[in-house]
C-alpha cells in the first residue's frame, strides 16, 4: 500500500506559480509511476503530468511548457508540480497518484484556483 499527501494548492492569480507537493508513505523510486491528475468542476478526473520510475516524464498537451513534474532525489519520497503561467482553465482539485503492483492509490486531492 502507499499513502499519499498532498499539499501546496491555494488562489493564485492568472500568470502566478505554484508549486503542489506529494509526500508518500515509501520510497518512490519503488513505485512504478508517480503523477499528478487534476478534475475540475462537471469535468471528468484528467492527466496532468507523470514520471516513471526510471524517470520518464509525460504531460498532458494543455500543461506542456508550463508545468515540470520533479522528484525529490533526496528524500526519495516526495513528487512535485511545479506550475508556472497559470490559466484560470487549470482551476482544479488537483491529486496525487501512484501505480504500482496494478493498483492505482490517491490522496485526498488539494485545490488550486486560478482568478482572472
Known amino acids: 500500500q502507499v499513502q499519499l499527501v498532498e499539499s501546496g494548492g491555494g488562489l493564485v492569480q492568472a500568470g502566478g506559480s505554484l508549486r503542489l507537493s506529494c509526500a508518500a508513505s515509501?520510497?518512490?523510486?519503488?513505485?512504478?509511476?508517480m503523477g499528478w491528475y487534476r478534475q475540475a468542476p462537471g469535468k471528468q478526473r484528467e492527466l496532468v503530468a507523470v514520471?516513471?520510475?526510471?524517470?520518464?516524464?509525460?504531460y498532458a498537451d494543455s500543461v506542456k511548457g508550463r508545468f515540470t513534474i520533479s522528484r525529490d532525489n533526496a528524500n526519495k519520497n516526495r513528487v512535485y508540480l511545479q506550475m508556472n503561467a497559470l490559466k484560470p482553465e487549470d482551476t482544479a482539485v488537483y491529486y496525487c497518484?501512484?501505480?504500482?503492483?496494478?493498483?492505482?492509490?490517491w490522496g485526498q486531492g488539494t485545490q488550486v484556483t486560478v482568478s482572472s
Open positions: 514520471v516513471t520510475s526510471g524517470g520518464s516524464t509525460n
Open positions: 515509501r520510497s518512490i523510486f519503488s513505485i512504478n509511476s
Open positions: 497518484n501512484a501505480l504500482t503492483g496494478g493498483y492505482n492509490y
